[in-house]
RNA sequence: GCCUCGGUAGCUCAGCUGGUCCAGAGCGAUUGACUUGUAAUCAAUAGGUCGCGUGUUCGAAUCACGCCCGAGGCUCCA
């Protein structure tokens, strides 16, 4: 809503003929004066018809206290569309319009002037320093709200840890001893604050090995990635994929916007707690997808399904989702404004086997992680649920607690706020304890009957399933930060980083030492398959070796006369070396090719996503 | 809108109590020499209206004012 406010001497208008929008009157109501009065001027916007109340309370509110400040004690309230180029549909304006009118009406003698006529009017303007005001109401900002921002707020937690005898242990009583990472992880979720106060490691790193950077044209949390970030983020998109597709997802793709104004939606918009980007096209007002849930319930809603396809599951690697978060919380690829997310949703016949699969997900994510190169020490895990899940379901929960084998953040709502009964999340703490959460799957009791997702019983008849959301690994983005944040800590603790074999954007590096090598270290290349490139640069031994530890490359291969005349490889492991010292060995091209083979086998292959010879690359930063 | 910090070569930054050490360093790029055995070979060359504008001054990257852009914080007004 758009208000100029202006105090007058008098205001007097005369409707002159009517519009298609105007409203019926009465005659007398075609003329009005009023002296000494505020003047509101009005124009009511789209937006506001989203909540129409509180938009004519704090209308009202914002007039009563300039009327208050001037010390006007009438009140014109004139439709003026021309302070808005996003105009509300006659109708809801007529209806905030009157309810201005009559909430205004309690302290102050109003007049309204009718809406959709062509108007007369006249006004004298006081001139005092306060005369002319404007004011925007934008409840959120312009945006909606959802309600589930708003319960997160207000929802009542009971923190706790669960200990592997299954007992639940008040934070503030609980021992941390010997569990630090997750001593932080409870005061991070306690806080809700997730403010950024300085810049971890991973962005110097993600933009020093050329994978991630910043974009300035785009918004902020939209980021660029170079050849060897999408290489990895596509291996891993690629794995986790796999990975769904193991478990028998089925992978489909759905669009990346939808109507807001669709029912179902609307409703759904209401109950997660993101805010969205909003764009307008052709009149319709649309949202960019936050996660894959709507496209999926929406197909799963056209769908027929017998029992006997459940559990079912379907899977879309979301490239992308997009959240509005806050700009404070954005920094390098922890926490993005688009993400990539592999989202699958699991449709069980019931709660026993959506608890059921809940299990196996659950595992399936610890394995998911473990294979990408995070263990259980690397992350906390919390589980949450409402207290009648909880008093239903204790020893199911303490079973999870029992696979991870270690103490566990508990969170208990005592009324369920949110669509879920049940989810957990592993959490990767940093270096500036801040949590960030990586797998998560929750079990939905609501969106089966909100988007009327049925499947038909062994007696023939409707049922709605028990609904699954599932991220094997959390987003993408956030896995190669986990990856980052982590080589840093080895880092620091005087270990090489490095990433799994298979996630190396150069697996084998050839570095010949003189030109008359050269033709050999390209045989060996080409042989060797793999992502293999040669250090063909007109550079010393030392400095390309030094420029292979950089960029943490697994196995360098050094060739010089020795090698042509024995036919080995003298090659370089990292994962066996230390800073300080090189953990050399001599190897055939087969012995490495086998080697690398078993830690690669079963994962996405790519091919290098750069020129094979190092002289011919391009510097991106 | 306000406050703080920042904007100097492709990158990272120094200089900033105004004046031939103020236009610099390292990396990178190019060229040349070297043909190299496990964490930076040597040398040369090219690259900048020091964010933009206006002032002050004999003289401005440096001081003042205004503006633009970025990061962070605060906040909503005559």
């Known amino acids: 809503m758009q208000l100029l406010l202006i105090h007058s001497d008098y205001i007097e208008f005369e409707a002159k003929r009517p519009t298609k929008f105007a409203e019926d009157i009465e005659d007398s109501a075609k003329k009005g004066r009023l002296e000494d009065a505020l003047c509101a001027f009005i124009a009511v916007e789209k937006f506001d018809e989203d909540d129409p109340d ?42 905030i319009l009157k309810g ?102 991973h962005v110097d790193l993600m933009r020093r090995l050329e994978m991630v950077d910043y974009e ?149 994510s610890i394995s998911v992680l473990n294979e990408i190169g995070l263990d259980l020490a690397d992350y906390e895990v919390a589980i949450r649920f409402t207290k009648d899940f909880f008093e239903d379901n204790r020893e199911f929960v303490h079973d999870l607690v029992a696979i991870v084998n270690k103490p566990v953040l508990i969170e208990m709502w005592d009324e369920r706020f949110f669509y879920f009964v049940l989810k957990f999340e592993f959490n990767f703490v940093d270096t500036l304890d801040k949590a960030s959460a990586l797998s998560t799957v929750q079990i939905d009791v609501e969106n089966a009957e ?3 997702i049925t499947y038909v019983d062994e007696n023939g008849e409707r049922r709605q399933p028990i609904l699954l959301h599932c991220s094997p690994s959390g987003a993408i983005e956030r896995v190669m930060y986990a990856l980052l944040e982590k080589a840093a800590r080895e880092t620091d603790r005087g270990r090489l980083p490095m990433f799994q074999t298979w996630l190396s954007p150069t697996q084998v590096r050839i570095i010949p030492i003189a030109e008359r ?5 390209f045989h060996v290349a080409q042989d060797l398959g793999f992502r293999v490139d040669v250090d063909d640069r007109d550079e010393t031994v030392g400095k390309k070796i030094r420029d292979a530890g ?38 055939n091209v087969d012995d490495l090719r086998k080697k690398i083979q078993t830690e690669t086998s079963g994962k996405p292959q790519r091919r290098l996503p750069l020129p094979m010879k190092l002289s011919e690359r391009a510097k991106f930063i």
């Open 517 to 521: 090598h050269q033709p050999r270290a």
């Open 100 to 201: 201005l009118q009559e909430s205004l009406s309690k302290e102050y003698e109003v007049v309204r002037a009718p809406f959709g006529w062509y108007k007369a009017f006249s006004l004298s303007c006081k001139g005092h320093p306060l005369s002319e005001l404007s004011r925007s109401i934008k409840l959120g900002e312009g945006e909606i709200v959802s309600q589930a921002l708003k319960s997160e707020a207000k929802a009542v937690s009971y923190w706790k840890i669960m200990d592997l005898d299954g007992t639940l242990i008040n934070i503030d009583k609980f021992d941390f001893d010997g569990h630090e990472n997750l001593r932080k992880f409870g005061q991070y979720e306690m806080a809700k604050s997730r403010a950024v106060d300085a810049v971890p490691p």
């Open 216 to 364: 300035p044209g785009s918004d902020s949390g939209n980021m660029r990635f170079y050849p060897k970030g999408r290489l990895v983020k596509s291996l891993l998109e690629n794995y986790v994929l796999d990975k769904a597709m193991d478990m028998g997802a089925m992978e489909v793709e759905t669009p990346i916007m939808y109507d807001m104004d669709h029912p179902t939606l609307k409703k759904y918009l209401d109950r997660f707690p993101a805010r969205q980007y909003q764009i307008e096209a052709e009149k319709k007002r649309l949202f960019l997808r936050f996660a894959a849930c709507f496209g999926q319930f929406l197909m799963g809603h056209d769908m027929t399904i017998s029992y006997k396809s459940l559990p079912l599951k379907m899977v879309e690697i979301t490239r992308y989702s997009f959240r509005r978060e806050q700009r404070g919380e954005l920094v390098g690829i922890r926490r993005l404004r688009a993400f990539t997310m592999p989202d699958m949703h699991t449709m069980a016949k019931d709660m026993s086997q959506a608890i059921e699969e809940f299990k196996k997900q659950y595992e399936t």
């Open 550 to 587: 950089r960029e943490w490359i697994p196995y360098v291969a050094v060739i010089g006369d020795d090698e042509l005349v024995s036919g080995l490889l003298t090659v370089t492991i990292r994962s066996e070396s230390t800073p300080k010292n090189a953990a050399k060995f001599k190897m």
């Open 450 to 452: 909100r988007y009327d």
């Open 54 to 95: 509180a938009v004519v309370a704090e209308g009202s509110k914002q007039i009563s206290e300039v009327a208050e400040q001037v010390h006007a004690k009438k009140i014109m309230i004139y439709p003026y569309a021309h302070l808005s180029p996003n105009l509300s549909t006659p109708d809801s304006a007529v209806n």
